[in-house]
């Protein structure tokens, strides 16, 4: 089995969406910070630190996360459409681009949720690129 969460070129990977049984990763150290992820095909959900930072119904496999403060990008791959949520800054507007297309300007909440809902199929990952306006 894989592992749940990994790093290449300095980047995050989480999540595997062909598991039929919820398995769980906890305590992997990357860049200071201490992450939690639990994956399998209904759900995909990876916290920071103990706190909320990326939830996928049904589950997803994400590459290449990186995290910069303004900007989130990233590569995710999925079996059908998949609601995305991410943990960002309270009462924050956030242009989303998907695919390489503009998908929508969002503004966060005061619990800094944004979700958006992606077209996935397996094998055809997904470029997602959130930016603080």
């Known amino acids: 089995m894989a592992e749940l969460i990994r790093t290449k070129d300095g980047a995050l990977g989480f999540g595997d969406y062909t598991l039929f049984e919820k398995t ?7 860049e200071g910070n201490i992450y939690k992820c639990k994956s399998f095909k209904e759900l995909t959900r990876l916290e920071k630190n103990d706190m909320f930072l990326y939830e996928s119904e049904p589950g997803t496999r994400v590459e290449g996360l990186k ?17 995305i949520t991410l943990g960002l800054e309270d009462a924050t507007e956030y242009k989303v681009k998907v695919g390489g297309r ?20 397996a094998g055809k990952p997904q470029d997602v690129v959130i930016e603080r306006k």
């Open 102 to 121: 503009d998908f929508d300007t969002l503004t966060t909440g005061v619990g800094g949720k944004l979700s958006i809902a992606v077209e996935l199929e």
């Open 67 to 83: 995290t910069d403060g303004a900007k989130v990008s990233f590569s995710v791959e999925g079996d059908g459409d998949t609601q």
């Open 24 to 30: 769980k990763q906890s305590d992997f150290e990357f």
